[in-house]
């Protein structure tokens, strides 16, 4: 059999018989296990019980305690191998080291990952379980391979199998070691993008959009860099890069003229913070809540529910009501008729008190009541009023003042009067002498 982890535990438990050297490596296993179980359970109950300001920290702090369960049996076993590897055989410890580590990876691959695309404890998407899915066989198969002692001979046929790219001939084992370097740097720029934007949006004393245009670029910098230094490590000349700049130049200047012009509206946008997140805006025939401000697009959602993809060019070249910039309180009005014997100057009143009785209308500035001019049924009175959370809708206040309104002039005995209109209807009788018309009285038939 081959000289391997796998063989010498075989061994182990044949020869077990005469000394119960195994039993004792059970033991200090369990051991190691139990605890480190135990010491990661008690640092996530403290976490969870302690006061910590930031949510996300102590979300991000007890995922990790996940992670620390196999990384502390981890450490336990590794000590425990050392401590009596001098009285005993420590085979099983051997191969318990490379498992128990493969399951910490394993382990901490999967926080970074949710780290990175599922922060705040939301849902993974169906591209990232595949992946964690994928890369758990992967190390299992590689500890699988290491501990049946297969994994030299593997090795060594990636590196003599060989594929012919144009000139050049690469091994397998290079394509593998190229692909594990680009998926490890990207996955590392990603995750120290992601918690550095998770450190800039907590800092209150800067104006969100400056956070947001500042964790975009830093995420875009840190993305590039990754790429440059994996390549560099798979052997690639980077000065090749500059033919790939110059017809990536040309791409942008033919084709790419309106995705280039939104990536760069959306950076000014941020910049000069004519837009925030949680502003109430008008753009063309959509209202609605800023939601998200990416570097292509905006997301507006209207207050039925309804979310509106509006590109960033639309937002720097049109005209863009904001109704939340520099002040969130908005005027709202509403008009009605009263009949012309009502005492106006308590109409006025009675409009007044019916506003500030709805608990949305601000106090100052007050509701001010105007007579805008006299129609013919009656006197034509405004209300105007103001409210500071225009993002919660107009119509349910408006409907509220209204029917505020409704009660205190039914209370008052104040009339609305409605249209009234005399009706008569002319009938024309043709004779040979004269033409004229005859009135004919509406309840004449």
Not at 38 to 56: C, H, P
Not at 236 to 261: E, R, W
Not at 386 to 403: C, H, K, T, Y
Request: with cysteine; aromatic share 8%.
């Amino acid at each position: 059999m081959k000289n391997s982890l796998l063989s010498s535990l075989i061994a182990d438990l044949w020869s077990d018989m005469k000394a119960p050297d195994l039993l004792w490596q059970i033991l200090v296993l369990a051991i190691c296990l139990g605890t480190g179980a135990m010491l990661a359970r008690v640092v996530r109950t403290q976490i969870a019980s302690s006061d910590v300001k930031a949510r996300f920290v102590r979300l991000g702090v007890e995922s990790f305690a996940r992670v620390l369960s196999p990384l502390l049996a981890l450490l336990f076993i590794v000590i425990a191998k050392s401590m009596v590897e001098h009285w005993i055989r420590i085979n099983l410890l051997r191969i318990a080291i490379p498992l128990v580590g493969s399951f910490a990876l394993i382990r901490f691959a999967f926080y970074i990952l949710r780290r990175i695309f599922a922060r705040g404890g939301g849902t993974v998407g169906g591209f990232v379980l595949v992946f964690e899915k994928v890369f758990a066989v992967a190390v299992w198969a590689g500890v699988a391979l290491y501990v049946t002692g297969w994994w030299p001979d593997v090795a060594q046929y990636l590196d003599q199998t060989v594929l012919p790219i144009g000139r050049n001939k690469v091994s397998l084992l290079t394509i593998a070691q190229a692909s594990g370097s680009v998926i490890v740097t990207l996955v590392i720029a990603l995750w120290v993008g992601a918690a550095l934007e998770e450190r800039l949006m907590r800092m209150d004393s800067v104006h969100s959009s400056l956070r947001v245009v500042m964790a975009r670029m830093v995420r875009a910098i840190l993305i590039l860099l990754a790429v440059l230094l994996s390549l560099s490590l798979v052997g690639i000349d980077l000065t090749v890069l500059s033919v790939f700049g110059g017809a990536l130049g040309v791409g942008l200047g033919l084709g790419l003229q309106k995705i280039v012009s939104n990536y760069v509206s959306g950076f000014v946008i941020l910049i000069e913070r004519s837009l925030a997140l949680g502003d109430m805006v008008t753009v063309d025939k959509y209202t609605g809540l800023v939601t998200r401000i990416n570097t292509r697009y905006t997301i507006v959602r209207s207050l039925d529910g309804v979310e509106t993809v509006i590109p960033n060019e639309m937002l720097l070249s049109g005209a863009v009501q904001n109704h939340s910039l520099t002040d969130r309180v908005v005027r709202l009005a509403t008009r009605l008729t009263v009949a012309y014997r009502t005492d106006i100057d308590q109409a006025l009143k009675l409009l007044e008190d019916a506003a500030r009785s709805v608990p949305r209308v601000v106090r100052e500035p007050a509701p001010q009541g105007y007579l805008i001019k006299f129609d013919p049924d009656g006197f034509e009175l405004e209300l105007g009023f103001w409210i500071a959370d225009p993002e919660n809708g107009r119509s349910s206040v408006l409907s509220d003042v209204n029917r505020a309104i409704w009660k205190a002039l039914q209370g008052a005995g104040i009339d609305i009067p409605y249209p009234q209109r005399e009706v008569r209807i002319l009938e024309s009788i043709p004779r040979p002498d004269a033409q004229h018309s005859k009135e004919i009285p509406l309840g004449a038939r």
